[in-house]
């Protein structure tokens, strides 16, 4: 099976905010800096994740996004479905 740009950058993103494991919220610009993706490209993925709740948010001088759930439960199938829509 052949994945779009948009579901790599989209799991690349989930695994980077995975890495965090809920630390503290990472800043798109850090992961668009760490996974050399623009971080036009990632806002646009992020509002997707978010929208389905993989992805939570926290606004202010300490903001940024985290996973919503534990970083092992969250699956390739997971970013497919809510980047590409139900696949068959």
Do not use: N
């Amino acid at each position: 099976m052949k994945l779009s740009t948009r579901v790599r950058y989209g799991v690349r993103l989930l695994v980077e905010l995975g890495l965090q494991d809920g630390e503290k919220p990472v800043l798109l610009r850090d992961i668009s800096k760490s996974q050399e993706i623009s971080e036009k490209y990632l806002g646009q993925i992020i509002i997707q994740l978010r929208s389905s709740g993989l992805v939570g948010s926290v606004r202010g001088s300490q903001g940024g996004y985290y996973l919503t759930r534990h970083p092992a439960t969250v699956t390739v199938m997971d970013a497919l479905s809510v980047l590409e829509g139900s696949v068959c």
